[in-house]
C-alpha cells in the first residue's frame, strides 16, 4: 500500500507558520513539527523553501481571488458598492482575526525580493493579475459615472492595493482597523468619488 502523501498537511502548516512568522522566520523544522510530519517529508515534495513558499503563496492568492470575485462579481451591487464590499468584507475578517494577521501577499512583498528572485517575480505577477480585477469593475464604475474619470482604471487600481496595503500594515501595528476605515473614508470621498458637478 502507498504511502499518504503529506503534501497537503505540509502546504496547510506552512501557510499558518507563515503568517506567524514570516517567510524568513519560517524554519522548514517550525513547517513540518506544525504539519505532524517528519522533517524528511519536506525535501520529498518541495525542492526547496523557495519553491515551497511560491507554492503556499499561489494557494493564498487563489483564496484572495475568491473574495475578490465574490465582491466583484456581485451583479446586484453598483460596480463602485463592489469594491466597497470587498473592503468591508476583508475588513471584517481582519477584525475577527484581532487585527493580528494582515496580508501574506503584503508580508512576502517586505520580506522576500531581498532574499528571492523566484518570490520577488511571482509576486509582481500576482499583483498585476490582482490590480486588473479590480481595474475592470473601477471602469465600470467609471462608465456608469459613479468614479470620475481623471485616473486611468489600472491607475486607480494600483492606487488602492499599495495603499491598501499600507493601511494592513498600519492595521496590524496599531491592532485596531483604524487605518483601514480611515482608507475607505478617505478614498471614496476622493478618487473613487463621482464625477464632479
Partial sequence: MAKQSL?????????RVMFRKGYVGAGVRDITVEAGAPLGSFSNHF?????FAAEVLDRYFDYVKGLVHE?????SLPPRDRLRRYLD????????????????????????PGHSELLRER???????????FAR??????????????????????????????????????????????????????????EPT
Fill in 7 to 15: 503534501k497537503e498537511p505540509i502546504l496547510q502548516a506552512g501557510l
Fill in 47 to 51: 525542492t526547496s523553501k523557495e519553491a
Fill in 71 to 75: 465582491a466583484l462579481d456581485d451583479a
Fill in 89 to 112: 468584507l476583508i475588513t471584517d475578517k481582519l477584525a475577527a482575526d484581532g487585527c493580528t494577521r494582515g496580508c501574506l501577499i503584503g508580508d512576502f512583498s517586505l520580506e522576500a
Fill in 123 to 133: 509576486l509582481a505577477a500576482i499583483f498585476i493579475e490582482w490590480r486588473d480585477l
Fill in 137 to 194: 469593475c473601477i471602469a465600470d464604475a467609471q462608465a456608469a459615472g459613479e468614479i470620475a474619470t481623471t485616473f486611468a482604471p489600472e491607475e486607480l487600481a494600483e492606487f488602492l492595493l499599495a495603499s491598501w496595503q499600507g493601511a494592513i500594515l498600519r492595521m496590524k501595528v496599531e491592532r485596531s482597523t483604524a487605518a483601514l476605515e480611515r482608507f475607505k473614508r478617505v478614498a471614496f470621498a476622493t478618487l473613487f468619488a463621482g
